[in-house]
C-alpha cells in the first residue's frame, strides 16, 4: 500500500525573491549561451525555467556577444599609433641636449679665450716693462 505521503500535493507557498533586478557574469552569459544553443526547443525551454531566465535576455546576451565579437575584430591590430605629442616631446628633448652640449662646448672657448687674453696682456706689458729697461 501506498503511504499517504506520496499522494500530498507539493507545497504552494512560494518563496520570494529579491526586487532588486539580477546581475549575471559575463562567464555565467556564456556558459548559458553555449548550452542553450545546442538544445532542441524543449530542452531550451527547460533550461530557461531551471535557471529563472526569459528568453529575451538570451537574445540581449547574444546580441552583446556578437558586438563584442564585432568590437574586438575591428579593432587595429599591432601597437597602437604614437602620439604625435610623444614625438615632439622626444624630438626636443634631443635638441635640448645637443644645444647643453654645444653650450658647454661654448664656455669652454670663452673661458680658455678670457685666459689668453689675460696671457696675452701679461706678456705685452712684460714686454713693455723689458723694453723700457733696457733704453
Known sequence: MASSN???????QVEPRSTAPRRYS????????????????????ALLRREGL?????????????????????????R???????KEIARLKGQVARLETELGKART?????GKLSALLDE????????????T
Open 6 to 12: 506520496d499522494h500530498q500535493a507539493p507545497d504552494p
Open 26 to 45: 559575463a562567464a555565467y552569459k556564456a556558459k548559458i549561451l553555449a548550452e542553450y544553443e545546442t538544445l532542441n526547443k524543449q530542452d531550451k525551454g
Open 54 to 78: 526569459y528568453s529575451s535576455l538570451i537574445t540581449t546576451w547574444r546580441q552583446q556577444r556578437d558586438k563584442g565579437a564585432e568590437t574586438a575584430l575591428a579593432a587595429p591590430s599591432g
Open 80 to 86: 597602437p599609433k604614437a602620439d604625435p605629442r610623444d
Open 109 to 113: 672657448v670663452i673661458e680658455v679665450q
Open 123 to 134: 706678456l705685452a706689458t712684460d714686454s713693455a716693462t723689458g723694453n723700457g729697461e733696457t
